[in-house]
């Protein structure tokens, strides 16, 4: 059975889940529809189910899944632009990509008659020329009608990935778990960065590049050893001398940041079977 899609918008997740369609098995189209008159530079317009179009050509057919590959923000917009385009064929599905946002958001075009949902993808692109090996073998979730979890669950096959599937009410806490475990890790080594710069002095650059090969391993053991045999560093050895050595020197802000994650530490510390007295002086510390 052929199969039709639409996404909307040509940035990096458009483009990296446009190329994982267009050379998927039983894929008929792949159309970007975009708001540049340009078609954008990327591979996926070089499969002959793909094209670009600058706008939307009209309601979609019979069938076809319609992606809202857009920023949050964009996407009420977005979708009353589609349902403005009128009724689409029969079983039409419409998905937003936000891990955010409730499928509710797409409530106009469900008065259209699509199917709605959302599908978000456990992954980071912030290349659009890499994003569709960073899709591949990831987890999504779905959350939408049970008439577009057949359509969701298609394109994670086409992904190679795995379906897993969440209320509406639990979305502001799933993707907050999506934020520590990317957005907040570049922010951690940003402020790694910041420091080995100032202790060495050299540039933000060179820090960068210093600290790779740990973040490289930190993220190794995790992936060979999960998460609680992977700490290593000074709260899992007890080491309460260096951590006050650290707050000593750090300004406000970093201190505070240093202090709550330490304290995370310290409850997978406790976990692999820290000497209590060392925990609890460490929290002492840690709290003072």
């Given at each position: 059975?052929?199969?039709?899609?639409?996404?909307?918008?040509?940035?990096?997740?458009?483009?990296?889940?446009?190329?994982?369609?267009?050379?998927?098995?039983?894929t008929s189209e792949v159309l970007l529809v975009g708001r540049r008159e340009r078609a954008p530079e990327h591979s996926v317009l070089r499969q002959p189910v793909a094209r670009y179009t600058h706008g939307f050509p009209g309601p979609p057919a019979r069938g076809t899944r319609v992606l809202l590959a857009v920023p949050d923000g964009a996407i009420t917009e977005v979708a009353a632009?589609?349902?403005?385009?009128?009724?689409?064929?029969?079983?039409?599905?419409?998905?937003?990509?936000?891990?955010?946002?409730?499928?509710?958001?797409?409530?106009?075009?469900?008065?259209?008659?699509?199917?709605?949902?959302?599908?978000?993808?456990?992954?980071?692109?912030?290349?659009?020329?890499?994003?569709?090996?960073?899709?591949?073998?990831?987890?999504?979730?779905?959350?939408?009608?049970?008439?577009?979890?057949?359509?969701?669950?298609?394109?994670?096959?086409?992904?190679?990935?795995?379906?897993?599937?969440?209320?509406?009410?639990?979305?502001?806490?799933?993707?907050?778990?999506?934020?520590?475990?990317?957005?907040?890790?570049?922010?951690?080594?940003?402020?790694?960065?910041?420091?080995?710069?100032?202790?060495?002095?050299?540039?933000?650059?060179?820090?960068?590049?210093?600290?790779?090969?740990?973040?490289?391993?930190?993220?190794?053991?995790?992936?060979?050893?999960?998460?609680?045999?992977?700490?290593?560093?000074?709260?899992?050895?007890?080491?309460?001398?260096?951590?006050?050595?650290?707050?000593?020197?750090?300004?406000?802000?970093?201190?505070?940041?240093?202090?709550?994650?330490?304290?995370?530490?310290?409850?997978?510390?406790?976990?692999?079977?820290?000497?209590?007295?060392?925990?609890?002086?460490?929290?002492?510390?840690?709290?003072?």
């Amino acid at each position: 059975m052929s199969r039709a899609y639409w996404i909307v918008g040509s940035g990096r997740m458009g483009l990296s889940l446009g190329s994982v369609l267009a050379t998927s098995e039983g894929t008929s189209e792949v159309l970007l529809v975009g708001r540049r008159e340009r078609a954008p530079e990327h591979s996926v317009l070089r499969q002959p189910v793909a094209r670009y179009t600058h706008g939307f050509p009209g309601p979609p057919a019979r069938g076809t899944r319609v992606l809202l590959a857009v920023p949050d923000g964009a996407i009420t917009e977005v979708a009353a632009g589609v349902a403005a385009l009128g009724a689409p064929g029969e079983r039409c599905v419409a998905l937003h990509l936000s891990g955010a946002q409730p499928a509710g958001i797409l409530a106009p075009l469900a008065e259209r008659g699509y199917a709605i949902g959302s599908l978000h993808p456990l992954q980071t692109v912030a290349d659009p020329q890499s994003g569709a090996e960073r899709l591949r073998d990831a987890f999504f979730t779905f959350e939408g009608d049970s008439e577009a979890r057949g359509a969701a669950a298609e394109i994670v096959e086409a992904a190679e990935g795995r379906l897993l599937e969440l209320h509406a009410a639990d979305k502001p806490r799933y993707h907050a778990a999506c934020v520590f475990a990317s957005n907040y890790v570049v922010a951690c080594a940003a402020v790694a960065t910041r420091l080995l710069a100032e202790a060495v002095s050299i540039s933000q650059e060179e820090a960068a590049r210093a600290l790779q090969p740990l973040w490289r391993g930190a993220v190794q053991n995790l992936d060979q050893l999960g998460i609680t045999r992977a700490l290593t560093g000074p709260v899992a050895r007890g080491d309460v001398e260096t951590l006050r050595g650290h707050l000593a020197v750090l300004d406000a802000d970093t201190r505070e940041l240093y202090r709550q994650l330490a304290l995370r530490a310290l409850d997978l510390s406790r976990q692999l079977g820290l000497d209590a007295a060392v925990a609890d002086a460490i929290e002492a510390e840690l709290r003072a």
